[in-house]
């Protein structure tokens, strides 16, 4: 738990703000798609690797180690930048490269590490587990984001704004190399793999029509497309667009984190009782509703309120999409299935984003149908109207080709849509986080019969 935290405090400090840094150092509209999805593919390629090789180690926890280490120390080069090589096309493309090795070590962490906690984390309580540990994760991430955009937001007033991006990167890598300490310590049962428990991604793409498992990653694969076509664009929107200042950024991007954080140990709840598959219906369609909501209304007030949303609906769609994957494959094949939609995932991103980018450069500066004129600030409102479209499409594709994998007790999506659509989700998860009371679920009903596990 404690190394999640620590983990968290980096991504709220410094990941999150990668991409207003790459801003900072005055990249292009494509240069910031590709900042936030070209390092994410190679890392999905170095979990790939890293998957293919895992019968080689002799150690898990030895692995996971090394490679947060290194991922922690290259925050100390991405600090130096603005100092070395100011701003423009040179300091943006290092920083594209430094961000290529930084996805690239957490990438070949990734399946090693859920390898690892799916052994160590009981299979009847995952859903809670992993509802309260993304809780305090969220949390920490909230505090270290808000934190941080105070530290930009000051140094912005005094023309300093390299200055804060070194105190905030450097309070990143602090954090990260405090989770590598507390990542030492985990338990490191042996891992073993027999020769029919190895299939290549070439076997895994030809058995996916008849594959519950690779159903589900292609719908997965398929939001993140739409999510990648205006996703790195947000930043760019709010501060280059609507003029925001950091501090006006930091809270519209905070809403959605703390959101997640009062939200995701209800959740867990939910999945654990009525199933993933269950909550994914739902949150597929959620997550659809989200980037075109951004077209209503450029206010502060009105962006934080859609923010709330879309932290609510990311909370159930993030938890059960991880808890799925948990679910639907065995221990031994774990690492080389998170590899896998890694890698899909991957690839989906890249692409979604480059169509975004390229796209944002072709569109007309207004549209008109009869009378009616729609003249958007840029492009990027429009990129934000295809991206919902997107997943609305991936959600009414995908979610009827896979089912649930385990007995779960039956509940209509109706009286589940209630269930959510009540204030109680966060004012329950307020209640349990100041006194860490969870109501355990009642006895399970059997809905369908479980399908094998790949």
Same mark, same amino acid.
């Given at each position: ?150 530290v930009l937001q000051i140094f912005s007033g005094q023309n300093q704004v390299a200055w804060g991006y070194l105190i905030i990167f450097l309070a990143a890598l602090a954090a990260r190399l405090n989770s590598v300490r507390w990542l030492a310590r985990y338990a490191d049962p ?47 929107y709010m501060l280059r667009d609507l003029s925001f200042s950091y501090l006006q950024f930091t809270l519209v991007t905070a809403v959605a984190i703390i959101a997640q954080f009062l939200t995701f140990r209800y959740w867990g709840g939910l999945t654990d009782r009525f199933g993933n598959k269950k909550i994914l219906n739902l949150c597929g369609w959620g997550v659809g509703v989200v980037p075109m909501l951004w077209l209503v ?78 003249? $958007?600030? /840029?492009?990027?409102?429009? !990129? +934000?109207?295809? @991206? ?6 991936? &959600?009414? =594709?995908? *979610? ?9 007790? $039956?509940? /209509?999506?109706?009286?589940? !849509? +209630?269930?959510? @659509? ?6 329950? &998860?307020? =209640?349990? *986080? ?21």
């Amino acid at each position: 738990m404690r190394d999640g935290v620590s983990h968290a405090v980096m991504l709220g400090a410094g990941e999150t703000y990668l991409g207003p840094f790459g801003i900072f150092l005055q990249a292009t509209t494509l240069q910031v798609g590709i900042l936030a999805t070209l390092p994410q593919l190679f890392g999905a390629v170095m979990q790939w690797a890293s998957a293919i090789s895992m019968d080689r180690f002799t150690s898990r926890r030895r692995i996971i180690v090394a490679g947060a280490l290194s991922q922690g120390l290259l925050w100390f080069p991405i600090t130096l930048l603005p100092f070395l090589f100011g701003s423009g096309d040179l300091a943006v493309w290092l920083l594209i490269g430094l961000a290529l090795l930084y996805h690239g070590t957490n990438g070949a962490v990734v399946p090693v590490w859920n390898s690892l906690i799916g052994d160590l984390a009981p299979p009847d309580v995952r859903g809670r587990f992993f509802g309260t540990r993304n809780r305090f994760c969220g949390m920490s991430t909230f505090i270290a984001l808000i934190a941080a955009g105070g530290v930009l937001q000051i140094f912005s007033g005094q023309n300093q704004v390299a200055w804060g991006y070194l105190i905030i990167f450097l309070a990143a890598l602090a954090a990260r190399l405090n989770s590598v300490r507390w990542l030492a310590r985990y338990a490191d049962p042996p891992f073993s793999l027999s020769p029919e428990q190895v299939f290549t991604f070439r076997q895994f793409l030809r058995r996916s029509p008849h594959s519950n498992f690779a159903k589900f990653v292609f719908f997965v694969g398929a939001v993140n497309f739409g999510v990648a076509f205006s996703g790195p664009y947000f930043a760019l929107y709010m501060l280059r667009d609507l003029s925001f200042s950091y501090l006006q950024f930091t809270l519209v991007t905070a809403v959605a984190i703390i959101a997640q954080f009062l939200t995701f140990r209800y959740w867990g709840g939910l999945t654990d009782r009525f199933g993933n598959k269950k909550i994914l219906n739902l949150c597929g369609w959620g997550v659809g509703v989200v980037p075109m909501l951004w077209l209503v209304s450029t206010h502060l007030g009105y962006l934080i309120a859609i923010q709330a949303y879309a932290g609510f609906v990311w909370a159930g769609f993030s938890l059960s999409a991880a808890n799925f994957l948990f679910d639907a494959v065995t221990p031994a094949k774990r690492a080389r299935c998170v590899a896998y939609q890694g890698l899909i995932n991957g690839v989906c991103v890249f692409a979604g984003s480059l169509c975004g980018g390229m796209a944002a450069g072709r569109m007309p500066e207004s549209f008109s149908v009869g009378p009616w004129t729609w003249t $958007p600030l /840029s492009a990027l409102p429009v !990129i +934000f109207l295809i @991206s919902g479209l997107v997943r609305f499409v991936s &959600a009414g =594709f995908f *979610l009827k080709k896979f089912r649930e994998v385990r007995p779960v007790e $039956p509940i /209509s999506h109706g009286e589940l !849509i +209630f269930r959510v @659509s009540q204030i109680r989700p966060i004012a329950g &998860a307020t =209640f349990s *986080l100041f006194t860490d009371h969870f109501r355990r679920p009642g006895t399970r009903k059997k809905e369908t019969p479980p399908l094998s596990k790949i």
